[in-house]
């Protein structure tokens, strides 16, 4: 008989695709002797066939049976047993951490029967009624679909009753009535009554779980961090354990080291008489951890100790849920904690200091895309600021935005106006996911420093304000009041994640210094990586930030955008308007001066390191106005006619310009734009060589299709460059960037007259998919929420389509030439994943944008590391 449930002593950490990372774990907590309350857990496997059929697999309820009645043995107590009942949680727990992304049902068991047995055996009968109500309201919102809100305005009215302002204040009398009321509403607004058998909660409960592996919170929580290829989520059932049952009771949220900072310290915070959502909710303020040793000492060592035997059993830094029962420790689940980019290189730094970890694990440690969140912006320090609030610094960094008041308003206002947001919410919670993702930053009323919002901004690397007490959010007038003043939706504010301070209006921000531990961490990823890493930079300033991100060339120069600039913008136009080459040749003459003087400066920023250049690659219109108001103020300028003019515009507009006349296309055509490129780049380096400097100038020729293209467009470059016979003094190479599907079939001809080839996967992802990128919004979500796409094909390498191309492209190229060099430049080209493809690939560099480059240089090293 095939097994689909393990107890807790069956499990191990290295189960985690089967059991999930927080059934592998309790597994695991429990085999090294930490107290964990007894359960199962119920496999993936699972829950993908529930998904796919759903039905369960034929031994599912008898080995469901056997796990309960080992549980029922091992607690001493019996489900559903009116004088001593157990009462079980049933949570979720994917492969990979989801935090709060699907369901979890607490206090399972509980009927009006069973809630005497427990008062009885507890002498407290307000925890009795309080676990029930509890129970009551979870299983109503999560198994049968009631609104949390009706329960919540419930218990808000039942407290403005009978004058209280706390929920700890109401006695076992108003919670029992509570519970009738949730029964209430329940009957009305769902088809079935709540269950009094606790059997048949169990077994709702866990289809609930499972259902919830595909809601919508979950579905894009997946989407925006890349996960894929999972089976489903776990269930675990574990016999609860109370914070609530008085004064000597508690739970909490710790860390085992700042996840903010990375310092050594607990981090966490508490609750004493209280339960575990409680803490996250935010529906009460919660004290710092280090508070427990004043409240109770040994229960704070034993914390401590069990703590710190965790974090040196996973040799990470741990994120630990806890609760204490009338005085005993109990640790509900650990696993390895989220944390901001900074925490996280200073985490593998001290732990490779401490002797836990080698420097390759200490490389592995850290995702690659968390760097990002290093180089974000930060409020200057010399600006004046205007502090009308301030909450706890919850995720560190700043951002400025438009206040909304809700996720659909962040996803709208980002969408449609592409404006930025700062999300404001009393408390952020699983469904406001897509809006989180949209906004710039969060700002909550309540919430702790391990709130959802705290959690989940950590994990995407935005500024999070949370718990900021002193403001009042009118989420239904879409207001924001701070004592006498009000903000509207669209008021601007600035948020600083790392103080916890709300700025009324715009601040000036800065890129924060980066850390020693930073540069030591860059420094080890250097000595295992293998890929070269570059940039793609068009201007000096790009390219001196690249070099300081550690750039080791640049792997595209994009020469368009050299044109753009106000003072050329006329030249351009004037060459494309001109009648033949002999008209042309003016602005060609005056144009070669500015790019000759762009190049040089690029040259002399890289130094010795290589520079690709691409020659001019969009189609001619994109220089040209196209409103009617544009066009007629051009027109003057040109002394023709608005009619005359929009003629031409007309003449240069394509039915799709992607695939029209443009890249090499444009070369062959009209030589002269290439000749006076190549001239121009000819006589910077030539001019910078002279400086002592050993230029290496790589010209790019794009989107050939065919060998004869190219071979065309190498006479071309090779007779304008011998222009300067005798007086070339520089290194040169001739390649072409590959970006047509025929190009990578024909890589072993093209490759006859290429001394490189540079992919560019974003014109290679539009042809091989026959995706627009400019139009892929409009579908591509429906795509991923359907599971026809795993991920957006424009943010990283398909490695099924585009990725075997490529993978063709550089066998064939390199069995003509061996020595071929090959790199990449698309947009997917900094992305951690499209770096290990490119490794394994064999590839000679990726080349990204400036603020890229660490995350490549990371990337490129864990790379060589697990494919040693």
Not at 193 to 199: D, I, Q, R, S
């Amino acid at each position: 008989m095939k097994k689909y449930i393990y107890s807790f002593r069956e499990g191990s950490r290295g189960m985690k695709s089967l059991l999930g990372g927080k059934g592998a774990n309790l597994s695991e907590m429990t085999k090294i002797g930490i107290p964990v309350p007894f359960g199962f857990t119920i496999s993936t496997e699972v829950c993908d066939i529930f998904t796919r059929t759903g039905e369960y697999p034929e031994s599912f309820a008898e080995q469901l049976e056997e796990n309960l009645r080992l549980l029922e043995v091992s607690m001493l107590k019996k489900l559903g047993d009116p004088k001593d009942p157990l009462l079980v949680s049933v949570r979720s727990g994917a492969a990979a951490s989801m935090p709060g992304m699907m369901d979890t049902i607490l206090n399972l068991g509980l009927n009006d029967e069973t809630v005497k047995g427990l008062v009885k055996k507890t002498g407290n009968p307000r925890f009795a009624y309080d676990s029930y109500r509890r129970f009551v309201q979870m299983f109503g919102d999560v198994v049968m679909g009631v609104s949390h809100d009706l329960f919540e305005e419930a218990l808000e009215q039942m407290k403005e009753e009978v004058g209280f302002e706390s929920d700890t204040d109401l006695t076992a009398e108003h919670l029992k009535e509570l519970v009738g009321r949730y029964k209430k509403i329940i009957a009305s607004k769902s088809s079935d009554e709540f269950p009094k058998n606790p059997l048949r909660q169990m077994k709702a409960s866990i289809e609930a779980v499972f259902k919830s592996w595909n809601n919508p919170r979950a579905r894009s929580y997946r989407q925006i961090h890349g996960i894929t290829g999972l089976l489903g989520t776990a269930v675990n059932i574990q016999a609860m354990v109370f914070g609530n049952m008085g004064d000597d009771s508690g739970t909490g949220v710790t860390f085992t080291r700042n996840p903010s900072t990375g310092e050594k310290q607990l981090y966490g915070e508490f609750l004493m008489n209280a339960q575990g959502e409680d803490v996250v909710a935010g529906i009460r303020t919660p004290i710092p951890i280090q508070e427990l040793e004043k409240i109770n000492k040994p229960i704070f060592d034993e914390l401590m100790a069990a703590t710190d035997k965790l974090e040196k059993h996973y040799k990470d830094m741990q994120d630990i849920e806890f609760t204490i029962e009338r005085g005993k420790l109990f640790l509900l689940q650990t696993r390895n904690g989220k944390r901001t980019a900074e925490a996280a290189v200073n985490i593998a730094c001290e732990l490779f200091d401490e002797g836990l970890i080698t420097k390759e694990e200490a490389l592995l440690k850290v995702d690659a895309s968390l760097l990002n969140q290093l180089l974000h912006p930060q409020i200057k320090k010399s600006a004046e600021k205007n502090v009308i609030a301030t909450g706890l610094p919850a995720s560190p960094g700043a951002a400025t935005g438009k206040i909304v008041f809700n996720s659909d308003d962040a996803t709208d206002m980002v969408a449609d106006k592409n404006e930025k947001v700062i999300l404001v919410r009393k408390e952020t919670s699983p469904e406001d996911i897509n809006g989180m993702c949209m906004a710039e930053g969060i700002l909550t009323s309540r919430g702790g420093m391990t709130s959802h919002a705290a959690v989940v901004c950590r994990g995407m690397g935005k500024c999070c304000v949370a718990g900021c007490n002193g403001i009042v959010v009118n989420a239904n007038a879409k207001k924001l009041i701070i004592g006498d003043m009000v903000l509207n939706e669209g008021a601007v504010i600035t948020l600083d994640g790392s103080t916890g301070e709300v700025i009324l209006g715009k601040m000036e921000m800065q890129i924060p210094e980066l850390s020693e531990n930073f540069q030591r961490l860059m420094t080890w990823a250097d000595e295992f990586r293998t890929l070269k890493i570059r940039t793609n930079a068009d201007t000096p300033g790009d390219c001196k930030k690249a070099l300081k991100f550690g750039a080791e060339g640049v792997g595209l120069c994009r020469t368009e955008h050299m044109f753009f600039d106000e003072s050329r913008i006329h030249l351009v136009r004037k060459m494309i308007l001109a009648k033949d080459e002999k008209g042309r040749s003016e602005p060609l003459k005056k144009l070669q001066e500015f790019q000759s003087e762009d190049f040089e400066e690029i040259f002399r920023v890289m130094g010795d390191k290589p520079v690709t250049i691409r020659l001019l690659d969009p189609p001619l219109h994109e220089f040209l106005p196209d409103t009617e108001s544009s066009i007629a103020d051009l027109a003057k300028e040109f002394d023709m006619t608005a009619d005359e003019l929009k003629v031409i515009v007309s003449g240069l507009r394509e039915v799709n310009p992607m695939l029209g006349h443009r890249g090499c296309r444009l070369g062959i055509t009209y030589p002269d734009i290439y000749q006076m490129q190549v001239r121009a780049i000819t006589e910077a380096a030539m001019k910078v060589s002279k400086t002592g400097v050993k230029v290496c100038a790589e010209i790019e020729i794009p989107l050939v299709g065919t060998v004869r293209e190219l071979e065309f467009l190498r006479n071309i470059v090779k007779e304008t460059i011998n222009e300067y016979i005798g007086k070339i003094n520089f290194r040169y190479k001739i390649g072409t960037m590959i970006e047509v599907p025929r190009a990578c079939l024909t890589a072993n001809d093209i490759a006859k007259a290429a001394d490189f080839f540079s992919f560019g996967t974003n014109d290679l992802t539009q042809m091989t998919y026959g995706y627009s990128r400019d139009d892929l919004g409009s579908f591509v979500s429906k795509y991923l929420e359907l599971g026809i796409l795993d991920a957006d094909p424009m943010a990283s390498i398909d490695q099924d389509g585009v990725g075997r191309l490529m993978h063709i492209c550089v066998e064939l190229g390199r069995r003509e030439k061996a020595d071929l060099e090959i790199g990449i430049c698309g947009e997917q080209a900094g992305d951690p994943a499209s770096v290990e493809f490119c490794h394994n690939l064999g590839l000679n560099y990726v080349s990204c944008s400036p603020f890229r480059v660490p995350v490549a240089r990371l990337a490129a090293a864990q790379a060589a590391i697990r494919n040693k």
